[in-house]
Structures are given as structure tokens and as C-alpha cells.
């Protein structure tokens, strides 16, 4: 991954419904992977752009940072609760 590139934890937004031997995973509207599931062994298939953690208990998103546009803590600070 190159410095353009960062990772977001999209865990929480992923949902799975049963496909034909496996459960078939969705961010959003996309489908970016599966899990087959045999004997006591779990094998994940994720598009390319979505990584799963060591510890297979997170899926993170690489996603392309916009050139010129530096991070921010927080958005809509024109609200004027924010630093």
C-alpha cells in the first residue's frame, strides 16, 4: 500500500446473506467476498481493495486519498462545536 492509499475498518457496514455454500458478503450494495465454511476450517475470499485483519476478525477497505486534501478530525466545523 503506497502512501496515497489508507485503510478504513468497514466491519460494522458489512452484512452477509446465505449464498449457495457460503455466506456472501456485502459493503454496501457491493459484494466483495465470501466465507465458505468446512469442518472447523473458515475460508475468506475478499475483492481486491478489501483485507481481512490478522486475527480474520476485521475487513478493512483501501481505499485511494484525495491528493491536496489534508486529514481532518472532524467535518462540518462551521457548526462551531468543533476545534
Known amino acids: 500500500m503506497d502512501s496515497s492509499q489508507r485503510l478504513i ?3 460494522s457496514d ?7 455454500g457460503s455466506l456472501v458478503l456485502y ?3 457491493d459484494q466483495i467476498g465470501s466465507i465458505q465454511a468446512s469442518s472447523s476450517l473458515l475460508a475468506y475470499q475478499l475483492k481486491p481493495g ?3 485483519s490478522n486475527d480474520n ?14 486529514k481532518q478530525d ?9 476545534r
Open 9 to 11: 475498518n468497514v466491519t
Open 14 to 20: 458489512v452484512y452477509a446473506k446465505l449464498g449457495e
Open 27 to 29: 459493503h454496501g450494495e
Open 50 to 52: 478489501y483485507t481481512l
Open 57 to 70: 476478525k476485521q475487513i478493512y477497505h483501501s481505499v485511494q486519498s484525495a491528493p491536496g486534501i489534508e
Open 74 to 82: 472532524t467535518e462540518d466545523c462551521d457548526l462551531g462545536w468543533c
